[in-house]
């Protein structure tokens, strides 16, 4: 029999023929104006070579005030024009003609935005209080969304979610990890607002929770995921010994009694406490463990961050409804699913050209045939 990790699951109305997923990778190589380009298509055609996969798209603008249309170059893909749209239409036509499945993460970059930017372009530097992120090189100006404004960024990734099925995804996760502006209205120190969108922890989860409703009404909440890390504390989000457990528990919950009430997601996206952002942290911190979360959410699991082809096995055997995801050896290996069923060997990653633009580092990476000439 087939090990766990590479036999059938349903994640939502999605149907899945391994449990290795291709985690959210920003890369930096969109046209002009976030209109994905043919590079793109190239690159994650390559990683379609196992029928069945899924692949979570990069992080991607709900809206030109979701980060700036100039920030990182201007390459960051969007999701709220026809061109857009278009644009990613071909990605996916040319990925579900590999066999595989795709899911567009939706982002905005609340307070870890380039306030330069926003100003050229006529747009506001917010968050979801007037608290810069600690060392910001770009600027201080920010100031508090005003409900209004979280009002209409709800439904911007509403509007988003319905452009990504326009253009033929399977689904959409919500990007509430990392810091960004979900994450920074759920953390006590980005968040010190004292209406029903901060204070208690309820209130701080609000806005995540908004649009995991909103985007189920408009899409089904079998299309719709969500990622959070709870044990992550890049960009100035605090995690401690007091707040970052009931907080998380509370979401968890929050998802679970949506799903008793058939408002089932198609899957959670968990990041392990090992990993901080896009680094393994140097050790393990005993306090820190994703268990507590587990035991509330029910349904499919979404596992990242720092697997081997030893720990992904274990981890989908141990749990029936455990996926797990792989983002820098995607990067690196085209064919990571084959490899991982094989037991061959993975390319190393050059972190040099996560982030640069062009071919190289991108679509250059040998399948294994090619590594072994
Ligand atoms: C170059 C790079 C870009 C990333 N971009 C995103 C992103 O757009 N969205 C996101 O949620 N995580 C992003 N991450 C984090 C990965 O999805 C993943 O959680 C992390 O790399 C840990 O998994 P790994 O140990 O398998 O690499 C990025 C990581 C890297 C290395």
């Not at 029999?1 to 291709?22: K, Y």
Request: aromatic residues 10%; hydrophobic residues 35%.
């Amino acid at each position: 029999m087939a090990p766990a990790l590479f036999s059938p699951i349903n994640v939502g109305d999605t149907h899945l023929l391994n449990r290795v997923v291709m985690a959210p990778l920003t890369r930096f190589r969109a046209d002009e104006g976030g209109v994905p380009s043919d590079l793109q298509k190239d690159y994650y055609v390559q990683r379609s070579q196992t029928p069945g996969t899924l692949l979570v798209a990069e992080a991607t603008y709900v809206s030109p005030g979701a980060g700036g249309m100039k920030t990182f170059g201007g390459h960051v893909p969007g999701l709220w024009n026809e061109a857009q749209i278009a644009g990613w239409k071909k990605v996916i036509d040319a990925v579900h003609a590999k066999g595989c499945k795709f899911y567009i993460q939706l982002w905005d970059l609340g307070r870890t935005a380039n306030q330069q930017v926003l100003e050229k372009e006529g747009l506001p530097f917010t968050g979801p209080s007037a608290i810069p992120q600690k060392g910001d090189k770009f600027g201080d100006k920010i100031r508090a969304l005003t409900v209004p404004e979280i009002k209409q960024k709800i439904k911007d990734y509403a509007t988003a979610a319905e452009n990504a099925i326009k253009a033929g995804a399977d689904g959409v996760e919500i990007h509430s990890a990392n810091g960004y502006l979900p994450d920074q209205f759920i953390h006590w120190n980005s968040n010190h607002r004292t209406d029903e969108y901060g204070g208690s922890i309820e209130n701080r989860c609000r806005f995540s929770l908004e649009i995991v409703d909103a985007i189920s009404a408009s899409i089904g909440s079998d299309k719709l995921a969500i990622r959070l890390s709870p044990w992550t504390d890049v960009q100035d989000v605090e995690v401690d010994q007091v707040n970052t457990l009931p907080t998380f528990e509370y979401i968890f919950r929050q998802l679970q009694k949506r799903a008793d009430n058939g408002q089932k997601l198609a899957y959670v996206h968990l990041i392990e406490p090992r990993v901080n952002g896009t680094k393994t942290k140097r050790e393990d911190i005993a306090w820190q463990t994703n268990e507590p979360f587990r035991k509330i959410w029910k349904g499919p699991l979404v596992r990242a961050g720092g697997f081997t082809r030893e720990t992904a096995l274990e981890a989908a055997a141990s749990d029936p409804l455990t996926l797990v995801a792989f983002g820098r050896f995607f990067i690196s290996t085209p064919d990571l699913v084959e490899r991982l069923e094989k037991d061959e060997k993975l390319n190393p990653y050059n972190r040099k050209t996560f982030y640069s633009s062009g071919p190289v580092g991108y679509i250059d990476y040998p399948t294994y045939e090619k590594a072994k000439l």
